[in-house]
């Protein structure tokens, strides 16, 4: 499989600061940030499959744009996955006929533009050998990480969470994981601010990271503009030993 980040930024300000989306192959989006906005069109409408960590706005930003962009260009419905906390909140908070139309009911119920697929943690999808599991997350909403599978080795994406032991385990599971996205929204020094938004500062990802006992290559996202560098800093006065990069926009991970 191969991963493209089309954005990983915590924020927006230019050309390089996308929200938080990923281009699997070229079917499936892993959240639905604001990079998805650079794909053209007819790339665009060969998405099938969206999966999406939670509702907050960051992760399903081109969402509502996307479906009204492709919908006509495409013979089947485009497949949201999503637990049912997500896709209840996007229903009645977005696609609500106020802020968006109700593409899932769009031209009609049965042969809708797209489709919400429920999916529980620890639930997987099987899409032509690929498969995607939702793991466990602890954020403000609902919120899952995805575990993306091969066949030959895995790719782990926290997507938002706070310290969360289950889904270390989850990671530790996995028997051949190439890579590990790991979020890093803010500096030690917003310790408190990121408690009470349940993100991750580098304090608290390094005791992620000293919890493994697998050994992936560990990208950094979802860094906050302005804080960036001050977090990778941190990360690597912790743990100068691992190997640690921050995540870039444009990447492609191949596992
Ligand atoms: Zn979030
Ligand atoms: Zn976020």
């Not at 050309?15 to 989306?21: E, I, L």
């Not at 051949?176 to 996205?181: D, E, T, V």
Request: aromatic letters at 6%; proline letters at 6%; a negative charge.
């Amino acid at each position: 499989m191969k991963l493209r980040v089309l954005g990983c930024s915590g924020g927006i300000g230019g050309s390089q600061s996308r929200t938080t989306s990923f281009l699997v192959d070229d079917d499936i989006l892993v959240d639905c940030g604001t990079g998805v906005g650079d794909l053209p069109l007819e790339v665009l409408s060969r998405i099938d499959h969206v999966f999406l960590t939670h509702a907050h706005l960051d992760h399903i930003a081109a969402l509502p744009l996307l479906i009204d962009s492709v919908g006509e260009l495409r013979s089947k419905p485009l497949l949201v996955h999503a637990t049912p906390e997500t896709i209840r909140i996007l229903h009645s908070h977005i696609f609500n006929w106020l802020v968006w139309p109700d593409f899932s009911a769009i031209p009609d119920q049965h042969q809708p533009f797209m489709r919400f697929q429920p999916m529980m943690v620890g639930e997987h999808v099987d899409l032509r050998g690929r498969r995607i599991t939702a793991l466990p997350a602890r954020h403000t909403v609902p919120a899952v990480a995805f575990c993306l599978d091969s066949g030959s080795g895995q790719l782990v994406f926290s997507g938002d969470t706070a310290y969360c032991p289950e889904l270390i385990d989850a990671i530790n599971a996995q028997p051949q994981l190439r890579h590990l996205i790991l979020e890093t929204a803010f500096a030690d020094e917003q310790h408190g601010l990121a408690l009470a938004s349940r993100h991750l500062c580098p304090s608290m990802s390094l005791t992620v990271l000293a919890e493994l006992n697998v050994a992936p290559v560990v990208h950094i996202s979802h860094l906050k503009p302005g804080g960036s560098s001050r977090i990778m800093e941190e990360l690597r006065a912790g743990l100068p030993v691992l190997a640690l990069r921050r995540l870039e926009q444009g990447d492609v991970l191949e596992f």
